[in-house]
């Protein structure tokens, strides 16, 4: 029998991932995006021409559109999503339609259709705002400073009753900063193409001396995989993060490194903070997550020159 | 100078003993109600008159016609909602669309006309859902049950991303089951219908031991004053309710006693939960909110006594 699952946000970084991991346990996965989040479907084209999965590109605010789509699912995994603080900051109203409201309507379509099992992609790195606990373990109160990060709790709060309410599944998974292949996002990225630009002068956001932890795409996926497989009846939420915090300079020497220049002259944009909305200190605890057998297995140095090989043919 | 402030749901119950503290202090008040949820204007009547306060029977959800009221606020008590968790459970998008965008709405006021203050009516009795700690303070992690729960709380997520990034002051009352003149809602009122129409059987809905803290309007709207004054610069959260939660059967006794009644005979619905979404067992700890000097002052039979006293003759 078929294997039906639904990935939303599936053209991206980790969508596209996911659903390479999906097609090969078996399923047969349909994948909605709008393809606003500067997407393509070109990582989707080979399960495509293969058959083993379709899409939609549709906009997951429309209810009636996602309730037309004939199939059966087994689970959703919802990743769509505006994925930029700064743009949340900018534009409040189009951030709460797409990933409040939107969470929201993916929510409806489980109980319309009568969907059990949800895999949410929350967020680490931006639903605790400026944390007393460090590590930041999930009990931890929600007092997001952006936007972005206060839609990412408030789809949580939905997940909460509507898992109650309606007896289904559902796990949220608050992602720290994810980076490797096909991520065009982050500040890695951004580091490249200035060092590209100008391999003298490297500006960097903020006073450098943010802190936060990155998790290679391998691991995140594994973790998708490991919170999938031991889904159980409720809502729970787990932290996806390295268990190890960098400081943004140390990421630029790291790169600066990796490239072979040398001489690079830093520049710092003023505060603490890279941009409005960012949290500065991220370090979210992993415990409960490598508690089920999870562990990170790509350190941030293999991570960078795994994600720079991809960038320099890409 | 005038000073002026904007109370939203300001005909219901809550919201109209507050523009009674607010125009008693010599605020102008603005009210905005779009008396949908079984009000009229009667409690504003006098203050309309004497021109204390001018009323709008405007939708929350409606931003242009919020921005169209020819004022400057000093600040923002928003109290409008959607009040019935049940409703919530059978209609989840008007839920949603009142409570979470509502006030969503209300924050893109404030922002877009630079209105300073915020006291925000969120829920004590819902947001946490079925808590570990009792009673339980503010930093227990939210955990709704129901679709109310998951907007009061989606809200404070967007009050606590609102104030961090557009340096609004804002202040949630997170209110337990609040009761007294002027309230047609909640279990007091149901008790005192039932036995009015059959003073011989109560139907008490759940299994009667559902336990919760019921704080008194007059110390409520002490509560709403004390932080009002004492509101500060960021976003802060603050339990409102009693210190003391009763069992649903006790009140059923406490009220039979009041009312002279005896040999009722109780019957009960089935479960631990009077319905779908009801937390069983609420004590919100109120020890942040008498650190400010508030004293609950109205004890239960009390407090019942007087609300009976306005049933009586309302």
């Not at 949290?279 to 562990?295: A, I, N, Q, R, Y």
Request: hydrophobic content about 40%; aromatic content about 12%.
């Amino acid at each position: 029998m078929e294997k039906n699952v639904l990935v939303t946000g599936g053209c991206g970084f980790i969508g596209s991932h996911l659903v390479d991991l999906l097609v090969d346990q078996g399923f047969f996965v349909t994948v909605v995006d709008d393809l606003t989040a500067n997407t393509t479907t070109d990582f989707l084209k080979k399960h495509l021409e293969e058959n083993k999965a379709s899409f939609y590109k549709y906009d997951i605010r429309n209810l009636d559109l996602l309730l037309s789509i004939p199939k059966e699912f087994e689970a959703i995994f919802h990743l769509a999503a505006q994925p930029d603080v700064k743009k949340s900051v900018e534009n409040p109203e189009y951030d709460f339609s797409v990933n409040t409201m939107g969470t929201f309507t993916i929510l409806e379509l489980m109980r319309k259709k009568d969907i059990r099992k949800l895999v949410f992609a929350g967020s680490g790195g931006t639903v605790y705002g400026d944390t007393t606990t460090s590590p930041t373990p999930e009990v931890h109160p929600l007092r997001p400073i952006s936007n972005y990060g206060a839609a990412k709790a408030a789809a949580e709060m939905y997940c909460s009753s509507y898992s109650s309410l309606y007896n289904l599944d559902i796990i949220s998974l608050r992602l720290g900063n994810i980076y490797g292949p096909r991520s065009k996002h982050g500040v890695m990225y951004d580091f490249y193409h200035k060092l590209k630009t100008n391999p003298k002068e490297l500006e960097i956001l903020g006073d450098g001396n943010q802190t936060k932890s990155y998790l290679y795409i391998e691991d995140t996926i594994e973790a998708f995989n490991i919170l999938y497989q031991s889904i159980k009846s409720g809502y729970d939420v787990f932290n996806v993060s390295s268990d190890i915090a960098i400081k943004v300079v140390d990421i630029a020497d790291e790169i600066i490194k990796l490239l072979g220049i040398k001489n690079v002259k830093f520049s710092f944009t003023e505060g603490k903070r890279g941009w409005k909305g960012d949290v500065s200190f991220v370090s979210p605890d992993v415990t409960k997550l490598m508690k089920l057998g999870w562990v990170p297995r790509v350190s941030l140095s293999n991570g960078i020159k795994l994600y720079f090989e991809w960038l320099f043919q890409a």
